[in-house]
């Protein structure tokens, strides 16, 4: 009796199986001409939830096989940490904190199903600075996000977050008068009536492939087996 298309086998299937338990990476690349401050949620707390990214720099995180999480810049922020958007506290680490809005927030969950990651770049918290994510594997998946405009300049004054003069973030309707229509309830609670929301117009006519609004699912991309750049500005 031959043993080897059998042993060959078992090893195979233990190759596979290390290599669906290996961490995965993410690299954060500050493309912007001025330094920005990452924030991290989710398990296992990648790189104590944040860090000082100078403009230019990268760093990469490794985090679980399956793991769901949030990825999100800080922007003028100040030696107390105190952040004119995307703030997580007093602290350069978040630690499990959550942002404050606006901020653009790229979001993972690493094989949902077993198999397949699902990746999106969402304005459901706001905007600040533009956030592209891009895929790289075997693999040739679509990028999410990015922005061919900037929507902080198309930002009405009272959804405007304004340092020195100028707008460096923009709240949603939602968050700013918390109404049916500008939070998609009620009679508003369909992807038509959604879309013609303040914010989301705005957001969804400058960054096309990113979620702009509570009922815009359409971005939500998928891949399998790759590593993940996200890139600010």
């Not at 770049?121 to 994510?133: A, E, K, Q, R």
């Not at 918390?178 to 879309?195: D, H, T």
Request: overall charge negative; aromatic content about 10%; hydrophobic content about 35%.
């Amino acid at each position: 009796m031959n043993f080897f298309p059998t042993l060959f086998f078992c090893l195979s299937v233990f190759k596979v199986a290390q290599l669906q338990n290996v961490d995965r990476e993410i690299t954060i690349l500050n493309q912007c001409s001025f330094t920005t401050w990452v924030g991290i949620q989710g398990p296992r707390n990648p790189a104590n939830g944040g860090f000082k990214l100078e403009a230019g720099a990268r760093q990469t995180i490794y985090v679980e096989p399956t793991w769901i999480g949030t990825i999100w810049p800080r922007t003028g922020c100040d030696d107390g940490m105190d952040c004119a958007t995307g703030s997580c506290g007093p602290h350069e680490e978040c630690n499990g904190a959550s942002g404050s809005p606006p901020m653009t927030v790229a979001e993972f969950s690493f094989e949902t199903d077993g198999f397949n990651d699902t990746y999106s770049v969402s304005m459901l918290n706001g905007f600040n600075i533009p956030v592209l994510i891009d895929p790289y594997g075997p693999l040739e998946c679509a990028r999410a996000g990015g922005c061919y405009s900037n929507p902080n300049d198309a930002c009405p004054m009272e959804l405007a977050i304004q340092r020195a003069g100028k707008t460096v973030g923009c709240k949603t309707g939602c968050l700013v008068y918390n109404n049916n229509r500008e939070c998609c309830r009620g009679v508003f609670a369909n992807e038509v009536a959604c879309s013609k929301t303040i914010a989301g117009q705005i957001f969804k006519a400058a960054c096309p492939t990113a979620i702009a609004h509570e009922l815009d699912d359409s971005n939500a991309m998928t891949c399998n087996g790759a590593s993940y750049v996200v890139q600010f500005c």
